[in-house]
Each structure stands twice: as C-alpha cells, then as structure tokens.
C-alpha cells in the first residue's frame, strides 16, 4: 500500500474561507515533505515544502504544518480563492533514499464555491 | 528559462507500436524523472536518474525503458506498448543545495493512448 495518503477525496470549501488538507503519512524514516497543486490538465507544481526538522513553514497565503509523533501533515491556505480550485498532492521523501522519487498520496480535490 | 518541457503532448499508439517521450530542462538539474499518473491515484514513479549516463529503476519500471546521454535531456521509451500503459506521464527534475535534494519539478505532461 501507499505510506502516504489523504483523509478526504474532496473538500468543498466557501470562497474567501481558509481550507485545510490533510495527510497522513506511515514511514518514520520520511525527512522531506512537499505539497503540489495540480490543475486540470497540467504538471504537479509546488506549493511549499518541509524538513523534518520543521514543524510549521510558511508561505503567501499557505502553512504547512508536521506533526512527527502522529506522522501527520496538514496544508492551510487562507482567505481561498477560485483559482485555488485543484487536486492537492502530499509526497514524502525517504531519508537516506538517494536521488529516488517522491512517494505521492492519491490527492484531495479542493472546490471552491462562490 | 523554460523548467521542464516535454514532447509530444499527445500520441496515440496501437498495441505493440513503439514510442520514445522526450523531456528536457534547463535548470542545470542532477536528478531527473518519469512518473505516470492514472485516473484518481497519485503519481508513480517508473524511473528516474541521478546524473547523466546513470537510470534506475522506480515503482513500475516494466514494459519501460530510460536513457539519460545528455544532462539535460531524459527520454522514456516503450518498446511494445499496452493498453495498460495508457496514463499521463510526467517528467520531473531536481537539484541539490547543501547535499540536500531540492523540490521536484514537474513539466506539462505526455497524454497516451494505447488502443
């Protein structure tokens, strides 16, 4: 199985409201975290991104949190707006795993409703 | 500065029809990438590699091939396509900072389809 997943398919959520996404992650040796937008009939593009020795990292407009002892992460975007409308991917790096791919959760679909 | 770009964006393929998809960056990146992602699932990652004239397998490295002869260039070939490879594929690079590996980032896409 996946050592990354999400809670929720989709999440709807009023425009102007802030969102939250959640993910959940199983491998403790997981030392780099990103979360990717991805609208509808593009590439993956980056959000923000933390180490494992972060617990919370800002950006415009976005947090993200990690909680390490409940292998949990969490993406906040504030104030949303249509154009925050995609799919929402969290992937996890392995510490020590080389230059190897990111292991990806199957995404949440944000819908932001005016 | 163009990131990621890849080609075609669409090809449609008969079963047993051989292809090559081409990625290229420009970001002086070490590590490059191929991933595919099918309907409602996240991407996996079929090959990647760490420098040039070195791949390495992925998740779901069969029925794909990968050369990396130039830095900047990362080619993803089927040499007998199926339908089961029918998916968007995504190319990927990155870099280091600090012995760090960097973010990921991913070009437009390659629609297939194998009928």
């Known amino acids: 199985g996946e050592s990354v997943g999400l809670h929720l398919p989709t999440l709807s959520v009023q425009e102007g409201d802030n969102s939250i996404i959640n993910c959940a992650y199983s491998n403790s040796a997981s030392d780099y975290f990103i979360w990717y937008k991805q609208e509808s009939g593009k590439g993956p593009q980056f959000i923000i991104d933390i180490r494992s020795n972060m617990d919370k990292r800002q950006g415009q407009r976005v947090t993200v949190l990690l909680n390490k002892t409940v292998k949990h992460l969490s993406l906040q975007i504030a104030a949303t707006q249509p154009g925050d409308s995609a799919v929402y991917f969290c992937a996890e790096n392995i510490k020590g795993g080389g230059a190897d791919g990111l292991t990806f959760g199957k995404g949440t679909h944000l819908i932001i409703q005016p | 500065n163009a990131g990621v770009t890849q080609t075609p964006k669409f090809r449609v393929l008969k079963t047993g029809q051989s292809m090559t998809l081409l990625c290229a960056q420009d970001?002086?990146?070490?590590?490059m990438y191929w991933y595919r992602q099918d309907p409602g699932m996240g991407l996996r990652l079929i090959h990647y590699s760490v420098g040039e004239g070195t791949t390495a397998k992925g998740e779901v490295p069969d029925g794909y091939n990968v050369s990396r002869l130039k830095k900047q260039n990362f080619l993803l070939g089927l040499e007998s396509a199926a339908p089961s490879q029918t998916s968007v594929y995504f190319c990927a690079s990155s870099g280091l900072a600090g012995g760090k590996k960097e973010t990921q980032y991913f070009g437009p896409g390659t629609r297939l389809l194998v009928l």
């Open positions: 970001m002086n990146h070490e590590y």
